[in-house]
């Protein structure tokens, strides 16, 4: 009895063992994100250190927009409100299934923006000899009163003095080879990639790759710093087929996730994103 006790007790450790064993290595092993941090500093050495080991024309450096380089001072914008209340967006999302979160999200451009974390001037300073982009899943073309989006982001960085170069051409062009998403596709613009949204046509991992193509330029390394995994994750499995001996480094950066200096109530929250919303609809139906 007592050795069908053991086995029996050798058999469960080996299997919570295993178990175990199976769930760190999924969590180690993530696809496409090769580091997490939560300040530029620390985004800037790791970057610098992997760089050095190539020629400057060979590395393409690319940074999200929104949460990233930069993003909204309202209390309805700030990560730990939005966690917070993430419960209230799904449920507006869900009542508005033909509606773009993205397109819709585009009204809190017109907020004030804040720079996320001051480093990225001293990373971009260490940067000036390597191509690098502003990279953004922002729908283009125009929306209410706005013309053309990609120029608006263009230049809310460049109010920031936040500039980017990749050597590119031409300044301004259309990415002609990926499919139209409500009339518009992906477009370049002064050194912003706009992807042309979430959750349309493309993904940013496909958009990178559409450009690197229009340049007819395969870089020997891409390193992409953004907030949302899933970006990370896209362009990592769309860099392997597309151009596989491109080595890709993707940093999730988490600096946003640390800002919050104001609250805001779950009705103010309703009510702002609401507004988002029934103001797209109005638009899209127009």
């Not at 209390?75 to 917070?84: F, G, H, L, M, R």
């Not at 953004?136 to 230049?155: D, H, Q, S």
Request: proline letters at 6%; one cysteine or more.
């Amino acid at each position: 009895m007592r050795k069908i006790f053991r086995l029996c007790l050798k058999l469960t450790l080996v299997f919570i063992g295993s178990f175990m064993l199976v769930g760190f290595l999924t969590k180690l092993y993530r696809p496409g994100i090769t580091k997490s941090f939560r300040h530029m500093s620390e985004v800037g050495r790791y970057i610098l250190k992997k760089v050095r080991n190539y020629n400057p024309a060979d590395v393409l450096c690319a940074f999200d927009i929104d949460f990233t380089l930069i993003q909204p001072d309202h209390p309805a914008c700030y990560v730990p409100n939005i966690q917070k209340h993430l419960q209230i967006l799904k449920d507006i999302e869900n009542k508005h299934p033909k509606i773009d979160p993205s397109v819709a999200f585009s009204h809190i451009f017109a907020e004030p923006q804040r720079v996320v974390d001051n480093g990225i001037y001293a990373l971009l300073e260490k940067l000036k000899n390597v191509p690098r982009i502003a990279f953004t899943a922002t729908a283009t073309g125009p929306f209410e009163n706005v013309k053309r989006l990609e120029v608006l982001r263009y230049e809310q960085l460049l109010e920031k003095h936040l500039q980017f170069n990749c050597n590119a051409a031409e300044d301004d062009f259309v990415l002609e080879e990926c499919p139209s998403y409500r009339g518009t596709k992906p477009i370049f613009y002064k050194g912003v990639l706009c992807s042309n949204s979430e959750r349309g046509t493309t993904t940013k991992g496909s958009v990178l790759c559409a450009f690197l193509r229009k340049l007819n330029w395969v870089p020997k390394l891409v390193v992409l710093v953004d907030d949302r995994s899933k970006n990370l994750r896209d362009t990592y499995a769309a860099l392997k087929k597309d151009f596989p001996h491109t080595k890709f480094i993707g940093i999730r950066y988490l600096g946003a996730h640390d800002y919050c200096p104001r609250g805001i109530s779950p009705k103010d929250y309703r009510d702002y994103l609401m507004n988002c919303f029934s103001r797209t609809q109005v638009y899209e139906n127009r």
